[in-house]
Nanobody, 123 residues
Framework: QVQMVESGGGLVQPGGSLRLSCAAS????????MGWYRQSPGKQRELVAT???????NYADSVKGRFTISRDNAKNSVYLQMNSLKPEDTAVYYC?????????????????WGKGALVTVSS
């Protein structure tokens, strides 16, 4: 089993900043692309940002120039620095990763998701 645990969510005023962290643990052989998704009430989950093992990043148009995704391979962690936050950024943020995991008999790939961290941007 692979676990993804987010941290760093909370309440912030418009224009403020937050840094989300996510650490993966469990039977991990390798973590490929990692990313962040978000979901607000009444809306579908959407991609926020992704980062490959080599460091190539991709961002949703709505967060370009404001958010920065990064990773620490030694710690099996991914981060999301969120600046200039807007009320429309309010959502539950989920970290995700394509993980190569192992069992005593096999090695295989799977998508792993965290339980989410709530980010509320409000005055």
């Amino acid at each position: 089993q692979v676990q993804m645990v987010e941290s760093g969510g909370g309440l912030v005023q418009p224009g403020g900043s937050l840094r989300l962290s996510c650490a993966a643990s469990g039977s991990i052989f390798m973590i490929n692309t990692m990313g962040w998704y978000r979901q607000s009430p009444g809306k579908q989950r959407e991609l926020v940002a992704t980062i490959t093992t080599s460091g190539t990043t991709n961002y949703a148009d709505s967060v370009k120039g404001r958010f920065t995704i990064s990773r620490d391979n030694a710690k099996n962690s991914v981060y999301l620095q969120m600046n200039s936050l807007k009320p429309e950024d309010t959502a539950v943020y989920y970290c995700a990763a394509r993980v190569v995991t192992t069992t005593p008999d096999a090695i295989y790939g799977m998508d792993s998701w965290g339980k989410g961290a709530l980010v509320t941007v409000s005055s």
